[in-house]
């Protein structure tokens, strides 16, 4: 009889409760659970794991780089943005009006640690994302050109609600592939959302496209419905080198952005 209902189970594909219905009827009879609740207890068995399973799937396709955690972002460190602000992003309402967010500063503010701890949450939300290295996206866009799939490339990334660009800016991008950019950004725009972080900002972004009018035309859209943020001050990376140093030495910023401490007072000798 078991051995029937678990071959029907797994025949409308209901995998964890077959596999669970032993245990889980045992359970019920030791501790005199009603039907009602041992029911219960089986759809949620099903339940949690098609969960757990979609979020394993969605987090391997999303790509990210690694795990950073908004919890382990320090807040006191880097206060060009607030924790309440980005705890309200964590609603993602603005993923659901197809809006964008870009993360503007120089090396080492934590623009790549929020835009994956972002993308972390929304991906335990249910939503679908793909993060890429801006190195990488290039590539792949590049790669497609030549196998002329750009299209279905294209199509399939339009699957993610949220696509994330870290980095873009740090490399140029060749002329002849800024209308494919275009392209892309054009197909997402009131249809997806993008996440740009940049150590450049944008009035910058005419050089690294090396075509003004298409950088225009590709910021004309991302921005629409986006919310920029500007985050300066010192590196993260060079947090404990620059107290060691006790903040004597001279900082070069990449992109022309402020640094939050002030200039060495007396230039080192
Ligand atoms: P960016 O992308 O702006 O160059 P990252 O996000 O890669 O900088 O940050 C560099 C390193 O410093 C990462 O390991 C990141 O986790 C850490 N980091 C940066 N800012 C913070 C912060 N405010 N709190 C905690 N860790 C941070
Ligand atoms: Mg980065």
Same mark, same amino acid.
Request: with cysteine; net charge positive.
């Given at each position: 009889m078991i051995d029937e209902l678990q071959q029907d189970l797994r025949k409308i594909r209901c995998y964890h409760m077959a596999n669970a219905i032993d245990d889980i009827l045992q359970h019920s009879k030791d501790n005199d659970l009603s039907y009602i609740e041992c029911l219960r207890r089986l759809v949620d068995h099903e339940l949690d794991n098609r969960y757990k399973v979609r979020l394993k799937k969605q987090y391997r396709q999303s790509n990210l780089p690694c795990d950073k955690l908004i919890e382990c972002f320090d807040f006191n460190f880097q206060t060009s943005i607030t924790k309440r602000q980005v705890n309200g992003w964590l609603d993602f309402d603005?993923?659901?009006?197809?809006?964008?967010?870009?993360?503007?500063?120089?090396?080492?503010?934590?623009?790549?640690?929020?835009?994956?701890?972002?993308?972390?949450e929304a991906l335990l939300k249910g939503y679908k994302v793909r993060f890429f290295i801006m190195s990488e996206f290039i590539e792949e866009m590049i790669l497609n050109e030549a196998e002329n799939s750009s299209k279905e490339w294209i199509k399939g990334l339009l699957?993610?609600?949220?696509?994330?660009?870290?980095e873009l800016g740090y490399l140029p991008m060749d002329r002849r592939y800024t209308h494919l950019f275009f392209q892309f950004i054009n197909e997402c725009?009131?249809?997806?959302?993008?996440?740009?972080?940049?150590?450049?900002?944008?009035?910058?972004?005419?050089?690294?496209?090396?075509?003004?009018?298409?950088?225009?035309?590709? @910021?004309?859209?991302?921005? +629409?419905?986006?919310?920029? =943020?500007?985050?300066? !001050?010192?590196?993260? #990376?060079? &947090?404990?080198? @620059?107290?060691?140093?006790? +903040?004597?030495?001279?900082? =070069?910023?990449?992109? !022309?952005?402020?640094? #939050?401490? &002030?200039?060495?007072?007396?230039?080192?000798?």
């Open positions: 603005w993923l659901d009006n197809r809006n964008n967010k870009i993360l503007i500063g120089p090396s080492g503010v934590g623009k790549t640690h929020l835009s994956i701890a972002i993308s972390r699957k993610n609600d949220l696509i994330v660009l870290d725009y009131e249809y997806r959302s993008i996440l740009i972080t940049s150590n450049k900002t944008p009035h910058q972004w005419g050089s690294f496209f090396g075509d003004e009018s298409v950088a225009m035309a590709i @910021l004309d859209r991302l921005l +629409h419905h986006c919310e920029p =943020v500007l985050l300066n !001050g010192d590196s993260y #990376r060079l &947090k404990d080198k @620059l107290e060691l140093m006790g +903040h004597n030495v001279a900082k =070069v910023s990449d992109g !022309g952005f402020p640094l #939050r401490s &002030k200039p060495p007072s007396e230039t080192p000798r």
